[in-house]
């Protein structure tokens, strides 16, 4: 059985980090295909954030490009999003899926503000 459990969200002032992770059980994250989305109220999921083939492939979506940065921990099959310059734009629930979206977190909210 798959699980994710993603945590790390919080409130932040603009300009602020925040390192989200996401803990996989039966499934292995050094061999396979995590994702982060996030979902702002009144909107759509976007996906912010992908890592592939054991850490070696990673792909971002333009606005958070320079900002975000998603790492694996084999080790701890653990995937992480750090995130810094967050801006009012990234306030929403974020949470970690694996590729094609089978299994997901139950999400952590992040909120920037002054």
């Known amino acids: 059985q798959v699980q994710l459990v993603d945590s790390g969200g919080g409130s932040v002032q603009p300009g602020g980090s925040l390192r989200l992770s996401c803990v996989a059980s039966g499934y292995r994250i050094s061999i396979g295909c995590i994702s982060w989305f996030r979902q702002a109220p009144g909107k759509g999921p976007e996906i912010v954030a992908t890592?592939?083939?054991?850490?070696?492939?990673?792909s971002y979506r333009d606005s958070v490009k320079g900002r975000f940065i998603i790492t694996l921990d084999p080790a701890m099959n653990t995937a992480y999003l750090q995130m810094n310059s967050l801006q009012p734009e990234d306030d929403a629930l974020y949470y970690c899926?694996?590729?094609?979206?089978?299994?997901r977190g139950q999400g952590t909210q992040v909120t920037v503000s002054s």
């Open positions: 899926a694996t590729c094609g979206g089978a299994h």
């Open positions: 890592v592939d083939h054991g850490g070696r492939t990673t």
